[in-house]
């Protein structure tokens, strides 16, 4: 596994998770160059952006997430996170990392992905 993302659960509407990714070894000398993204897929749906952060550390973000969600990442650490604030239970879905490009193509494999369950 090249991306172990982790932090997922299950919270009420209105509450917060910070999920983390954290890339292997096998990739470390790599990492830091990527544009990284957050993904989910919902079940029954598709896998969706949720959140980009570019090498040089800019940020974008899907429009239903906009100003409840953070995405950051640590270099040094090889990781991404994603905080999120304001839960709601259409946020409920398997939330996974890979690395971002506009061709809609990706680097590395799946990882097994972090449940995260918003209840209402």
């Known amino acids: 596994v090249q991306l172990q993302a982790s932090g997922g659960g299950l919270v009420q509407a209105g509450g917060s998770l910070r999920l983390s990714c954290v890339a292997s070894r096998s990739i470390f000398s790599v990492f830091s160059p990527k544009h990284m993204g957050w993904y989910r897929q919902a079940p029954g749906k598709e896998r969706e952006l949720v959140a980009v952060i570019t090498s040089g550390g800019d940020r974008n973000y899907a429009d239903s997430v906009k100003g409840r969600f953070t995405i950051s990442r640590d270099n040094s650490r090889k990781a991404v996170y994603l905080q999120m604030r304001s839960l709601r239970p259409e946020d409920t879905g398997d939330y996974y990392c890979?690395?971002?490009?506009?061709?809609?193509?990706?680097?590395?494999?799946w990882g097994q992905g972090t449940l995260v369950t918003v209840s209402s």
């Open positions: 890979n690395t971002y490009s506009p061709l809609g193509t990706y680097d590395w494999s």
